[in-house]
């Protein structure tokens, strides 16, 4: 791609990540295109209304384009395809053909991959799959936090304006210090993506170490299944120290794995009970206007339920490999199978 050549980029899927990440990169200059299912494509007919917290204004997204047809891949020569499916609909049998075709369509081409799929190990089974070469993929995630306002409706805190949130299709807050983050799993690709993104100039992509990413993001998941359990108090008012203890163990457990190397070793070593929870009630008050623990409800125990507990029994499996007893762990997934079970 030469230097003041257009950014042809393809993002798999238009849900939250999909739009938001289209919606900065398309301010960035880049040259859009959704691939979406064929239901979708009426909604995509109209230009994307997006409700931004930050600023309490409505923004629109219209300069994009769609397909539906995933053989349309082949032959189209993006610089970048972003995959934003989740772990379930990225492993199911559609996802895993659509692997196999953006790989036949990349692979020996200059296309990189920017894998958005949040689940243990993931890029090295993308890779398998797909069978593209390793300097050609890198992971990455959206920091803004953003849903559909048609999926769910969310307690709305001042000075959030309820009747702005009506018209948009999306609502999103980007409060962290980055809004897109790519891990270094390949610089190439990982450099390229942030430079294209940060020319938005509204939103910044970090590109951080793959170790430091993963350690961030995997001893998360204990914390939203518990959450489920109690069915989704506000961090700041968690009560059950007995829970919570058991929570914190299996957050320790998960970074104690070994492939979270020396840097997991450590954050075990200081992560407390008090500490855990001081950082978490920090999280959510930074976040308002956005009901946090709302909005993880949603995220993670009805939208993304699925991938959730995949992640969790990929990190006992691992641990059993690494012959580690992962008691707290399993204790709380037992815990999460009974509460499944009662309130089927």
């Known amino acids: 791609m030469g230097e003041n050549q257009i950014s042809q980029i393809l993002i798999i899927g238009a849900g939250s990540m999909g739009i938001l990440t289209g919606y900065h990169l398309s301010l960035a200059g880049a040259d859009v295109t959704f691939l979406i299912r064929p239901h979708?494509?009426?909604a995509l007919d109209n230009p994307q209304i997006l409700y931004c917290y930050d600023d309490n204004q409505l923004k629109e997204f219209k300069h994009y384009n769609y397909i539906t047809d995933p053989l349309l891949i082949r032959g189209?020569?993006?610089?970048?395809?972003i995959i934003t499916l989740d772990g379930a609909s990225l492993r199911n049998k559609t996802g895993l053909d659509l692997v196999k075709t953006i790989g036949n369509a990349a692979r020996g081409t200059d296309t990189k991959i920017v894998l958005g799929t949040i689940l243990f190990d993931v890029r090295v089974w993308f890779l398998q799959v797909s069978g593209l070469a390793?300097?050609?993929v890198t992971g990455g995630h959206l920091d803004i936090h953003a849903y559909s306002t048609k999926a769910v409706t969310l307690p709305l805190e001042a000075p959030t304006d309820p009747k702005l949130i009506e018209k948009a299709d999306f609502a999103y807050t980007d409060k962290l210090d980055d809004g897109f983050t790519v891990d270094d799993s390949s610089p190439t690709v990982a450099n390229g993506f942030a430079k294209i993104f940060n020319a938005s100039g509204i939103s910044r992509c970090a590109v951080k170490p793959a170790l430091e990413c993963a350690v961030a993001i995997n001893?998360?998941?204990?914390?939203?299944a518990a959450c489920e359990l109690m069915d989704w108090p506000k961090f700041k008012d968690i009560g059950d120290q007995k829970l919570w203890s058991l929570i914190v163990a299996s957050?320790?457990?998960i970074q104690e794995l070994d492939i979270h190397g020396q840097l997991g070793k450590e954050l075990a070593r200081t992560t407390t009970e008090a500490g855990l929870a001081t950082s978490l009630a920090a999280w959510?008050?930074?976040m308002l206007p956005l009901n946090l623990q709302a909005f993880n409800r949603f995220h993670h125990s009805e939208k993304l339920r699925a991938q959730g507990r995949e992640h969790l029994q990929a990190c006992l499996?691992?641990?059993a490999a690494e012959e580690k007893p992962m008691s707290a762990l399993k204790d709380l997934l037992r815990r999460v199978q009974e509460h499944e079970m009662t309130t089927a």
């Open 284 to 286: 959510e008050k930074h």
């Open 134 to 136: 390793d300097e050609q």
């Open 317 to 319: 499996s691992k641990g």
């Open 40 to 42: 979708r494509a009426k």
């Open 76 to 81: 189209s020569n993006y610089d970048y395809i």
């Open 251 to 253: 957050v320790k457990e």
């Open 219 to 224: 001893p998360m998941f204990p914390i939203f």
